[in-house]
């Protein structure tokens, strides 16, 4: 063993003694924020980079980079915790969900809250570290987070608060790295929100008799026979949006190539949900990680 094992090694011997109970926990915690299932993760980074980017014109400033990928990284896991906070009682009777912490009684709600009010303050922390614009915006993000996992319960459209939960960063960004907010911030804006309720809408194809027999809501059960259609629809708005933001910033060739790219992704997605299988409606929502990830890379290489 060398030197830097054993000293970890005695470091976490230490931390169990001194903290046993919160050790036995910790990989129901990992599970909770599903920092072991960083998809959530990607799909928040990407457009948030991508506007970053583009508000710097190029590299934004390191100290704004570092934070809002902690930052973005810690929200979505708060966001995790307080999501099964509010399915305790219905996450054990969907097949997909019944092994989570709290279905499956790793954790308590107590556990799951007090986890969320702890990364939140974490996050908060690091938006102080920006200007005022940004503190005043964040004061939304967190109530459009907190509310979010409720939205099942009252509307069929809570995949719409979660495309605004999903964009806010985007408008962050903005105010971070300028400390103003342009009218073409919110084309990215809303792009982005049409995106998030496509890949969420198969994301909730998964799972949509499930959520018909316990009385789930979702966009998903809402279009019915018509959800490729609709999806389809918000794919290609979502395009047209991302290219008519494209012309506002002013961008280059590689960003308009870049949307080409994500039209055929999202077009194989199309063929993906063709039948309706779960599982490949599940592949299908994983592959917008590739799709986000290509237009940050059109970005990138736009202002290189």
Known sequence: MSQ????WSSLSTKFRARFPEFSAKLPAYVELTRFDRPIGIFLLLWPTLTALWIAAAGFPDIDLLLIFIAGTTIMRAAGCCVNDFADYNIDGRVS?????????????????????????????GLVLLTNQFTVMLSFGAIIVIALYPFMKRF????????????????????????NSLPSAAFLLFVA???????????????????????GV????????????????????????????????????????????????????????????????????????????????????????
Do not use: H
């Open 192 to 214: 982005n929100a049409l995106w998030t309720v496509a890949y969420d809408t198969e994301y909730a194809m998964v799972d949509r008799e499930f959520d018909k027999e316990i």
């Open 96 to 124: 997909r969900t019944e092994k989570r912490p709290l279905a499956r009684g790793a954790l308590t709600r107590q556990d799951a809250l007090y986890c969320f009010i702890f990364l939140s303050v974490i996050g908060f």
């Open 4 to 7: 830097s094992d054993s000293i």
């Open 155 to 178: 509307t069929n459209l809570p995949q719409l608060v979660l495309g605004v939960a999903f964009s806010w960063g985007i408008l962050m960004a903005f105010t971070a790295q300028t």
């Open 217 to 304: 809501k979702s966009t998903a059960i809402l279009f019915g026979e018509a959800d490729k259609m609709m999806i389809g629809m918000l794919q290609a708005m979502f395009i047209v949006a991302m290219w008519l933001a494209g012309g506002r910033f002013e961008m280059g060739g590689p960003y308009f190539v870049s949307l080409l790219i994500a039209t055929g992704l999202l077009a194989y997605q199309q063929y993906l949900i063709r039948d309706r299988v779960p599982g490949n409606c599940f592949r299908a929502f994983l592959n917008n990680n590739w799709v986000g990830a290509v237009i940050f890379v059109g970005v990138l290489l736009n202002y290189l």
